[in-house]
């Protein structure tokens, strides 16, 4: 192709990213048919049922306050003073003292997915993750020259499938080296699934067993939590860490944070790949690693968004009344979700396991096709290789109710 000079690597089938292709086209649907005669169900934003963007009243107030300085400056290449606490007590309510604990700043969770998958896989290996998945952690393996590799999520009993999980593992570290396990959780995009504390004690026993087996590779566990404070109260969604412990020399442990949903913060695109080191020597490493690729790549992370993190989190007061104005949306996306899934058994329509969060998944054998059915009815949802993503976070709790009765007709449709 003539005044193309694209090298080969970059030269690729490119296609529309489908969420926000869908999005675009129901948004200029809603302005020539009106608000209520569309049900966008796309984006991962809270909107509230006027459709109108949901932003913490304090975290709005912040950005409104802040100095100049604070959003027009340089901030440090891993974080501004104060972040690696401010992110511990977002996660864990206070600075853990059984890890030595470092924190990068990211443009979002997607800088730290980034982050992750560069640095601990190397070039042409596998990422491990679960089939029901966030659609960009492929292509950032494919940015970066690494390839993905899935198992089954659910099992028969529709609980989190660890023999998969199991099998998985060992077929990978029989051909490699290193080994970088993602699991999206609590909350998972797109089924809403949370592993339970004995789920999560089985897969780091799991992962220990294999440690051992292999003492001479490198075992990374990442847990992907950008949605961990909308799944329950703030003690059950963090039961999970208390099965980490212990871990064996050639394993670290990875936290994806991010503060899109926590902050609602979107736009901002802040986060951090979190490690939960060992010993202070590997906490070490690890930052001076991730702060070599954050100059290498980004250079720093939105100081205001950090500025925001580090304000609300190291005064209890302001914390506690975040806290309580995101348990209001908290509830609100959650009575969506749950309205939806009441609908779905009333419609005899198939979803994933939901228990919390951003989205529904609904199986389907033919997600492409019965996507634009339903968007010929005006009805947008995200296709996926496994079936399709609806986001009770988006759409008014009436919506919610009224439209798995369309899905169903659309997938026999299609059948």
Not at 98 to 111: H, I, K, M, N, Q
Not at 287 to 307: D, E, F, L, P, V
Not at 370 to 385: C, F, G, K, N, S
């Amino acid at each position: 192709m003539d005044y193309v000079t694209l090298a080969s690597h970059a030269i690729r089938q490119y296609a529309p990213d489908q969420i926000f292709t869908a999005s675009q086209r129901a948004k200029a649907d809603a302005a020539a048919l009106g608000e209520d005669a569309v049900i966008n169900a796309t984006l991962g934003e809270c909107l509230d049922d006027d459709g109108k963007l949901m932003v913490l009243p304090t975290v709005e107030r912040m950005i409104r306050q802040m100095p100049v300085e604070d959003i027009c400056s340089y901030a440090p290449i891993a974080g501004i003073k104060g972040f690696n606490e401010a992110v511990q007590i977002s996660l864990f309510g206070k600075c853990l003292d059984r890890f030595y604990v470092e924190s990068v700043a990211t443009p979002g969770g997607c800088g730290a997915l980034r982050h992750a998958i560069w640095n601990f896989l190397n070039f042409g290996d596998a990422l491990l993750t679960t089939n029901w998945i966030w659609g960009p952690y492929k292509n950032i393996c494919e940015e970066h020259g690494r390839r993905m590799v899935t198992f089954d999520m659910f099992n028969r009993e529709n609980t989190f499938n660890l023999e998969g999980m199991d099998r998985a593992i060992g077929e990978i570290l029989a051909v490699q080296e290193q080994l970088l396990m993602i699991l999206n959780t609590p909350a998972n995009n797109p089924t809403g699934y949370s592993m339970t504390k004995q789920e999560m004690e089985q897969t780091v026993a799991i992962l220990k067993k294999h440690a051992a087996a292999n003492p001479d590779k490198n075992l990374t566990f990442c847990l992907d939590v950008s949605y961990i404070d909308f799944a329950g109260s703030f003690e059950e969604s963090r039961e999970i860490f208390d099965a980490i412990f212990d871990m064996p020399a050639n394993t670290m442990t990875l936290l994806i944070f991010s503060m899109s949903k926590s902050y609602t913060m979107c736009g901002m695109r802040c986060g951090a790949l979190v490690c939960l080191g060992s010993t202070a020597e590997s906490a070490a490493v690890f930052k001076q690693a991730m702060s070599y690729s954050s100059r290498s790549t980004w250079s720093n992370a939105i100081h205001m968004a950090q500025k925001i993190l580090v304000d609300i989190n190291l005064n209890p007061e302001i914390r506690e009344r975040v806290s309580q104005e995101r348990a209001v949306f908290r509830n609100t996306i959650t009575n969506r979700g749950r309205t939806f899934c009441a609908a779905a058994k009333e419609a005899s329509l198939e979803i994933c396991p939901y228990q919390y969060g951003y989205f529904v998944a609904i199986p389907c054998k033919n997600p492409v096709e019965t996507a634009r059915i339903l968007m010929d009815q005006h009805i947008y949802v995200v296709p996926q290789a496994q079936g399709l993503r609806f986001s009770p976070c988006t759409v008014t709790t009436e919506k919610c109710r009224k439209a798995p009765a369309f899905i169903k007709a659309a997938m026999e449709q299609t059948q």
